[in-house]
């Protein structure tokens, strides 16, 4: 038997809760990997599937969220997987169609895991997840499409959320000047510490326009806010500049013209972690294990264990959780 956050109907069959409960083997959705899990992490759609609705997200009861997890494999029918290798999964909608980390035993498709980089632990990977994993995805994209240290800064907005605080000290590290944009003044000095060299209020970004092009400022964006912020950045880009766009929590519309594309080339880049290709997931791991710097890495760490995940899933949605979340199934 073992420990799992399992969501589940009330008697009605209308709103969920969430509750620790012990399940055995035979209760898991099958799959080709057995995972002993070690850690998960807690993501705005945990916070979204972690709600009495399941945020639009969950479809079927009872539930696991969880929407990525790190852990040592168990058993497996995969050549590619033997028992006692590392393994991380981001991704594949698990967590919301499918059972995910809060749990302690969990079922995988071999195709969605990949293995843990050497020098990466099980713990480091979920202070990395999901929200980590999409800001590396972020940073790689927007260098495959030219961007390079020096030519100006680099703006980071949603900076003290996960992933606005994983790409801040991504860029920093690599030797990007940062400009981290946030609404929360007190966390100025954190974003500081993990190398931002500008601190940009929320508002400066919010106030209304109607000029389609503003001043050159920046070379590069990491946006994990979207909706009318979004469409402010883009006529503030530098020439042939890109904007790597993660996010939705500004919504999902876009006010925004051409003009910004036709008249100054810029790019927009679209992010999406959940079905990547092996080999980009691959590549974004190696990449997270050698140019994210740890120490950084730990500064934004809080820890958590399954019995504080509902009243952390409505935290994060409130936008009072700032950094990474890392829950320790086992504790």
Not at 152 to 159: I, R, S, Y
Not at 240 to 250: D, P, W
Request: glycine fraction near 12%; charge should be negative.
């Amino acid at each position: 038997m073992f420990n799992a956050l399992v969501m589940d109907k009330d008697e009605d069959g209308g709103l969920a809760s969430a509750s620790v409960k012990q399940l055995s083997l035979e209760d898991l959705p099958q799959g080709e990997v057995t995972v002993a899990v070690e850690y998960s992490t807690v993501n705005y759609k945990d916070g979204l599937c972690l709600s009495p609705k399941g945020g639009g997200l969950v479809r079927t009861y009872p539930h696991i969220p969880g929407i990525d997890y790190a852990g040592t494999v168990e058993a497996s029918s995969d050549d590619r997987y033997k028992p006692g290798d590392k393994v991380v999964l981001t991704g594949w909608r698990v967590g919301e169609a499918h059972w995910g980390g809060y749990t302690q035993k969990a079922n995988a498709r071999a195709d969605w895991l990949v293995p843990l980089p050497e020098g990466l632990s099980s713990r480091q990977a979920m202070a990395v997840g999901t929200a980590g994993f999409t800001a590396m995805l972020a940073v790689m994209a927007l260098e495959d499409h030219g961007m390079t240290p020096g030519h100006g800064p680099v703006l980071v907005t949603g900076a003290a959320g996960g992933v606005g605080s994983v790409a801040t000290a991504i860029l920093a590290n690599l030797g990007y000047e940062v400009a981290a944009v946030t609404g929360r003044p007190e966390t100025g000095d954190y974003l500081k510490s993990l190398g931002a060299t500008t601190i940009v209020p929320r508002e400066e970004l919010n106030e209304t326009t109607k000029r389609p092009l503003e001043s050159e400022s920046w070379a590069g964006c990491v946006d994990a806010v979207g909706g009318e912020m979004l469409a402010r950045v883009l006529g503030q880009m530098k020439y042939g500049a890109s904007v790597a766009a993660v996010g939705l929590a500004g919504g999902a519309g876009l006010p925004a013209t051409v003009i910004p594309f036709l008249l100054r080339g810029v790019n927009l880049l679209g992010i999406d972690s959940v079905m990547q290709p092996y080999d980009n997931r691959l590549r974004a791991w190696q990449r997270i294990a050698t140019d994210l710097p740890m120490e950084k890495l730990d500064a934004m760490v809080h820890p958590a264990t399954l019995g504080d995940l509902p009243q952390l899933g409505a935290d994060i949605l409130k936008g009072q959780v700032k950094g990474r979340v890392v829950v320790d199934v086992n504790a």
